[in-house]
């Protein structure tokens, strides 16, 4: 009989307890059912056929002791009872074959920069300054720094604006991410944060905003102050209409809340998606259905490729194979969501690579 493991145990209970509601974030992506094919390989040179990949969605990590393997895109949510111990994770425990493992210890970055180097991928990387410019600092040209307003993981702290002015003008940040508000329960057009998104529009810096997806079917025992409604993309309106030259990144792609997605989208032709973290963290026909939804509503160009990267190294693998193996999708389509549309987001110089 095939055996199951305890999701709760991907972060150990002292990470858990100093790093609260960030560690819940890391921890919601932990358990999924999918067996996926021979691509993922051991790290090498970049072959020379290889097509250039922007991953808009990465996190600054280091190891986290006692991350255990997991299962991509699990085949379902299940129920619990307040009055037995719920588990903080909704995924049904489910084996899979092969798995993805997480990094050995001290591993993680050369194992994810490695694999940058093997697929041929340029990555926007969110964290704290520091630990972004470590990664930058090892990754060179394939990272695009990226940091965001929260200081530290207490809902309401704050980078001070001026701070936060230097990391952009003089720190070589280029993405103002990933800035986390629905996990305190707050709208993007809250006024408490306004002078922030004003910066980015005023420095012409892409702001990259957590919307949708979060909890892993169990938000009101892991995260509390999470709320499901502050993930409806139609809370950026009137931020958007503040700030009519924001670019918005809408992490997750504003997942489930496809209709109101569509509606921004139509209204808004600064706004552009990512499909990170949903791209393997719910079931893959739904993941599926709703990119389709994105495409066939008249958005491809706006779509976005992103993993949400963090613990296990060959994620962004497998990642990648579920754009390739899209049936829906035709080959320009592809190329757009893996580079081109990122690459005009940020305005990257791709005449290299033509």
């Not at 609260?20 to 056929?49: E, K, W, Y």
């Not at 630990?131 to 090892?138: H, L, R």
């Not at 066939?296 to 693998?317: H, N, Y």
Request: charged fraction near 20%.
């Amino acid at each position: 009989m095939a055996s199951t493991f305890d999701c709760s145990s991907v972060l150990p209970k002292t990470f858990r307890k100093a790093h609260g509601a960030r560690a819940s974030l890391f921890a919601v992506c932990c358990i999924a059912a999918f067996t996926f094919g021979a691509g993922i390989s051991q790290a090498q040179n970049t072959p020379a056929d290889v097509p250039p990949v922007i991953d808009v969605h990465v996190h600054a990590m280091d190891d986290i002791p006692g991350a255990v393997p997991m299962c991509p895109n699990t085949a379902k949510f299940t129920a619990s009872d307040p009055k037995t111990k719920e588990a903080p994770f909704g995924w049904v425990q489910e084996e899979c074959t092969p798995k993805l493992y997480p990094a050995a210890k001290g591993e993680y970055m050369k194992d994810v920069l490695a694999e940058m180097e093997r697929l041929n991928v340029t990555a926007v990387v969110f964290g704290d300054p520091r630990s972004v410019q470590k990664w930058k600092d090892a990754g060179g040209k394939r990272v695009i720094p990226g940091t965001a307003f929260s200081n530290g993981i207490q809902p309401g702290a704050r980078v001070p604006v001026d701070e936060l002015r230097k990391d952009f003008t003089t720190g070589g940040f280029k993405v103002m991410g990933e800035i986390g508000l629905q996990y305190e329960g707050l709208s993007p057009s809250d006024m408490s944060v306004d002078q922030y998104f004003a910066l980015a529009e005023e420095l012409d810096i892409p702001v990259a905003v957590h919307m949708g997806t979060g909890g892993s079917g169990r938000a009101n025992i892991s995260v509390p102050t999470f709320r499901g409604s502050k993930g409806d993309p139609l809370l950026f309106e009137e931020l958007l209409a503040r700030h009519p030259k924001l670019r918005l990144q809408v992490m997750h792609a504003g997942y489930p809340m496809i209709d109101n997605m569509l509606t921004l989208l139509q209204a808004n032709s600064h706004v552009y998606v990512d499909v990170a973290g949903l791209i393997w963290s719910y079931p893959i026909k739904e993941v599926n259905h709703y990119i389709q939804r994105l495409v066939e509503g008249g958005f491809e160009d706006r779509v976005m490729f992103g993993t949400d990267q963090l613990i296990w190294p060959k994620l962004m693998a497998y990642s990648i194979s579920v754009i390739q193996n899209a049936e829906y999708l035709t080959p320009e389509e592809k190329r757009d969501i893996l580079y081109n549309n990122a690459a005009r987001f940020l305005r990257l110089d791709t005449s290299a690579t033509k």
